[in-house]
């Protein structure tokens, strides 16, 4: 906790204030979360995605190109989740948060958001230019995701307009 207990010569007190708060709140998520765990993450392949930028940050072979990659994604998304390795088989990210939400994502993180990673990490690689996407807001996110669910319109499906209950508060 050195650069907590020490101020730095142009360290306002709000800054320092910041600072400490940020190391008790990670020493408290610390307590309770048990391990790091390696990630599989999917990619997801549009027609605008790049012929090169993701298949040159994951290393792939040359072969790779041949694919337009457009989104990387690192979380436990229903349509796509990462993969995390359990110690003896890699898992759904998803599934593994339902079965220990608190030693993955810690306590505080667990209790505030029902047990749900509240992200979706994406590493985005166009090739040409993209629309502007416009996202609801948390209940309107929240209802439409559970009149398509009611309705049987299935995850994968094209017409599919709420792919999951959550806002994006990007």
């Known amino acids: 906790r050195p650069f ?12 320092q204030s910041l600072l400490e708060s940020g190391y008790n709140s990670l020493a408290r998520q610390k307590e309770t979360m048990i391990r790091i765990s390696p990630l ?13 930028a993701i298949q040159d940050l994951l290393g792939l072979p040359e072969d790779a190109r041949s694919r337009p990659m457009a ?3 690192m ?13 003896h088989a890699w898992i759904p990210l998803d599934r593994a948060i339902e079965q220990d939400p608190e030693g993955l994502l810690g306590r505080e993180t667990a209790a505030s958001f029902g047990g749900v990673l509240p992200f ?4 985005l690689a166009a090739a040409q230019p993209l629309s502007i996407q416009v996202h609801p807001g ?10 398509e669910t009611r309705t049987g319109v299935l995850l994968d499906d094209p017409r599919r307009t709420y792919k999951d209950p959550f806002h994006k508060p990007e």
């Open 75 to 87: 979380g436990a998304h229903p349509v796509a989740p990462s993969r995390v390795w359990d110690g």
């Open 71 to 73: 989104e990387l994604w």
């Open 40 to 52: 599989q993450n999917p990619v997801r392949e549009y027609a605008w995605g790049s012929r090169s």
């Open 138 to 147: 948390a209940a309107s996110a929240r209802a439409g995701f559970q009149r």
């Open 120 to 123: 979706l990490f994406k590493v």
């Open 4 to 15: 907590c207990s020490t101020r730095g010569a142009n360290r306002t007190n709000e800054e």
